[in-house]
């Protein structure tokens, strides 16, 4: 009777006030300090939304987020003065379904609402329901993958999914979304709040597609699941470098598309080898929560069973006609992972690989790593002057990117070029940055002497 206890006092407390500045802001707070890291957080927040919308649909996806939202509010409110309940889970989702009954009942939908909820509530109430379904069913009816599947409705624009699966699934911040897709955050809260209507507008079902409209929702996952695992790769903001959770929720969905015969395909064991492949090097990526260039990782960090699990998806990914994207970005991948050493590092065959990557899927960060390789194997001055050459075009057309920067940066210092370099690193050190990528290039910087 404690945690019942617990909800019908969360239930009677007065409404937390919902502003978008202070309030929301010590909301966060608040909820990172109860689960103890926002990695607690997000995972949970995410599970209930997919458990929420399974139940009522997902043209209900702002109603479920308020009351997924409110439910961790009252346990932030209640947990601290009557201890954590038995079952967290158990009790947030309870809280959840009952917020959201209120407000249905505030838009005046309490009967077709409270039905389709109250039809499923015994088994919302489960403390080990989700893990119970998730070992009955097939791997794609999981309800992370159903969500991933929603926020990539074909209705929705390529930037809608992206945004709402970042939103949804990944639980980032509009700001921190607007970093990693490098817009601006009030576009991105508008592009949010169209693709909620639109899902609405087009009645969007919370299941997963038939086989007949897969493989092009499936290009849009994949899509959706390397940009969640960007971010966890090379975190936007804050104190950590790397955010391994999203890492593996990327990774994990991969995965499970790779284990259902209709979604078996080469060039989604691609994506599953490259995640593989850079999953394996993050141990040796953030020593002692600093930043760690790639050519002075120690190698013995990097986790080899991943390592291996990305080579035999690698080999899956071969089986095809068709050359991907992430076939390409896994054979680069693969030449840095297997290489004995730095200096051993193939970037003959990296730059080349790179050529393919620009034709088949062009971008400027693929132009830019391809820079970076040039640079890498360049065997004479001539040929870092052509590299450094390219940084700098690249710098005017990318002047919001602090990679750009830094290349040019690291590149003049190879050259001897001093007042470039601090300049270069002056301007990446300007834009926002994880705080151990903002410390390793003010070491950086100020190590570079005439």
Request: hydrophobic share 50%.
């Amino acid at each position: 009777m404690k945690d019942q206890d617990q909800v019908e006092a969360a239930e009677r407390a007065p409404a937390y006030p919902v502003d978008a500045g202070s309030a929301a802001e010590s909301t966060s707070d608040a909820i990172a300090a109860l689960l103890a890291d926002p990695r607690g957080f997000r995972e949970a927040a995410a599970r209930l939304t997919a458990r929420l919308l399974r139940r009522v649909g997902a043209d209900q996806l702002d109603r479920v987020e308020d009351a997924v939202q409110e439910a961790f509010v009252a346990a932030a409110r209640s947990w601290p003065v009557a201890g954590t309940p038995a079952d967290p889970m158990a009790w947030l989702s309870q809280v959840a379904r009952r917020r959201y009954l209120d407000l249905a009942r505030a838009a005046r939908r309490l009967v077709d609402d409270a039905d389709a909820l109250d039809a499923a509530a015994g088994d919302d109430l489960g403390p080990d329901d989700a893990n119970a379904v998730a070992a009955e069913i097939a791997p794609l009816a999981d309800d992370q993958v159903r969500l991933l599947f929603m926020c990539c409705h074909p209705a929705l624009t390529a930037e809608s999914r992206v945004a709402l699966t970042l939103k949804c699934v990944g639980q980032l911040s509009v700001e921190e979304i607007a970093r990693l897709l490098r817009a601006d955050a009030s576009a991105v809260a508008q592009r949010l709040v169209r693709a909620k209507r639109t899902l609405r507008e087009h009645r969007a079902t919370f299941e997963v597609p038939p086989p007949s409209e897969l493989p092009a929702r499936l290009r849009d996952v994949l899509a959706v699941c390397y940009a969640l695992f960007t971010e966890g790769h090379l975190a936007t903001e804050g104190d950590a470098l790397i955010r391994p959770e999203l890492c593996g929720e990327a990774l994990r969905a991969v995965t499970q598309l790779t284990r259902w015969p209709d979604t078996a395909l080469p060039e989604v064991f691609a994506l599953q080898a490259l995640l593989c492949f850079h999953a394996a090097r993050l141990p040796a990526r953030a020593a002692g929560g600093v930043a760690v260039p790639l050519a002075e990782q120690d190698r013995t960090q990097w986790h080899r069973a991943l390592i291996a699990r990305g080579v035999q998806a690698f080999a899956r990914a071969a089986e095809g006609e068709r050359l991907t994207r992430y076939h390409l970005e896994a054979q680069i991948a693969l030449l840095h992972t297997t290489a004995a050493d730095y200096a051993g590092t193939d970037w003959d065959a990296i730059v080349l690989a790179y050529d393919q990557l620009l034709v088949v899927a062009p971008s400027p960060l693929a132009r830019l790593a391809r820079v970076v390789a040039l640079a890498e194997g360049a065997r004479d001055t001539g040929a870092l002057a052509e590299a450094l050459a390219a940084a700098q075009a690249l710098e005017r057309e990318l002047g919001a990117w602090p990679e750009v920067h830094a290349v040019v940066a690291t590149l003049c210092t190879r050259v001897g070029d001093v007042a470039g370099a601090r300049a270069a690193y002056d301007r990446a050190l300007a834009l926002p940055l994880a705080a151990p990528v903002r410390a390793h290039l003010t070491t950086a910087r100020d190590a570079v002497r005439g």
